[in-house]
């Protein structure tokens, strides 16, 4: 079954840094891939998808994620850090046919200003 | 915009006692799902919904059911709720699988403590 790992539990990024948070799947042929963020206390928000096409995705909040298939990565970037994407950052893929999500572990990510 | 609207977002019962968690969405869509969130787990499937009176396990279904009598309603039962079933349920709906309409809008959740 399609299955993704996100190695970093935590990750503290200063202010104005970039970002990179790092995703691998598990699938042979091309997957369907997400990321989604968790604000404290609400729920996900879609934050980009990558189905096919270009490998280099660009999502909202000024994110992107490139699809690197020789890697088996999705990792979502960011130039430029702010406060506010202080946040839990979740890397999904589809399982098992139709519309079942399976989620990461999740990444904490806390901004330092 | 699509709205997953979860009516309680915080709930303290007791062990043995039944819950009802319950889920709205206001833009026709067929599926619905019900996920639970714990620390350094992510997000686990639950129970998943394709029509009205119909549902499908997901991941963890042991000790929970469902129920989805109107389309736009997607209900998660706890018979008999215990202390291990404290934690954060998130509902979420989508549209038919298809090029760019299986993405999940996902509600604010539910925090539930049982004691």
């Known amino acids: 079954a399609q299955s993704v790992t996100q190695p970093d539990i935590h990750i503290t990024v200063s202010e104005g840094a970039s970002l990179e948070l790092r995703c691998n799947y598990s699938y042979g042929a091309t997957p369907y891939l997400f990321w989604y963020v968790q604000s404290p206390g609400q729920g996900l928000q879609l934050l980009l998808k990558y189905f096919s096409g270009d490998t280099l995705v660009q999502g909202i909040k000024g994110f992107e994620a490139e699809f690197k298939r020789s890697q088996s990565s999705f990792n979502l970037r960011k130039p430029s850090v702010h406060w506010s994407d202080a946040a839990e950052y979740f890397c999904?893929?589809?399982?098992?046919?139709?519309?079942?999500?399976?989620f990461g572990t999740g990444t904490q990510l806390k901004v330092e200003l | 915009d699509v709205k997953v609207t979860q009516s309680s977002r915080y709930l303290v019962k007791r062990t043995g006692e039944k819950v009802f968690l319950e889920c709205v969405q206001d833009?026709?869509?067929?599926?619905m799902f019900w996920y639970r969130q714990d620390p350094g787990l992510g997000l686990r499937l639950i129970y998943f919904s394709y029509d009205v009176k119909m549902k499908e396990k997901g991941d963890i279904p042991e000790g929970y059911s469902v129920s989805r009598e109107k389309k736009e309603r997607f209900s998660l039962i706890l018979e008999s709720a215990s202390t291990n079933q404290t934690s954060m349920y998130l509902c979420?709906?989508?549209?038919?699988?298809?090029?760019?309409?299986?993405?999940?809008?996902f509600g604010a959740g539910s925090r539930l403590t049982v004691l």
């Open positions: 999904a893929t589809f399982t098992g046919g139709g519309n079942k999500l399976t």
């Open positions: 833009m026709d869509h067929e599926n």
């Open positions: 979420a709906s989508s549209s038919e699988p298809g090029s760019g309409a299986n993405v999940l809008t």
